[in-house]
């Protein structure tokens, strides 16, 4: 059974940091993409960034340069740097992982941004 558990959401403020964690099982881990998707309230789930199994990473070009998505092979986990980060960026974080043909979504976590 695959599992993806994400972590690390909470109240920041702007301007400040959070590092979110995808924990997989049920997967080789090593050969699939993994990204980080967020929902805003009343808006379309979009694409943050992707960690390919070739080690290249693709971003947002709204988060471009403040997050950094990292994977450690050995504890089959993601990791989603956030820096300066700005209002907008309040939204649920899903953490997707595609293997062998299948799509695979964890529950999400909050972060919200708060003066």
């Known amino acids: 059974q695959v599992q993806l558990v994400e972590s690390g959401g909470g109240l920041v403020q702007p301007g400040g940091s959070l590092r979110l964690s995808c924990a997989a099982s049920?997967?080789?881990?090593?050969?699939?993409?993994i990204s980080w998707y967020r929902q805003a309230p009343g808006k379309q789930r979009e694409l943050v960034a992707a960690?390919?199994?070739?080690?290249?990473?693709n971003y947002a070009d709204s988060v471009n340069a403040r997050f950094t998505i990292s994977r450690d092979n050995a504890k089959n986990t993601v990791y989603l740097q956030m820096h300066s980060l700005k209002p907008e960026a309040t939204a649920v974080y899903y953490c997707?992982?595609?293997?062998?043909?299948?799509?695979?979504w964890g529950q999400g976590t909050q972060v919200t941004l708060s003066s």
């Open positions: 997707h992982a595609r293997f062998v043909g299948n799509d695979y």
């Open positions: 960690s390919n199994t070739d080690g290249s990473t």
């Open positions: 049920g997967i080789i881990f090593r050969i699939a993409p």
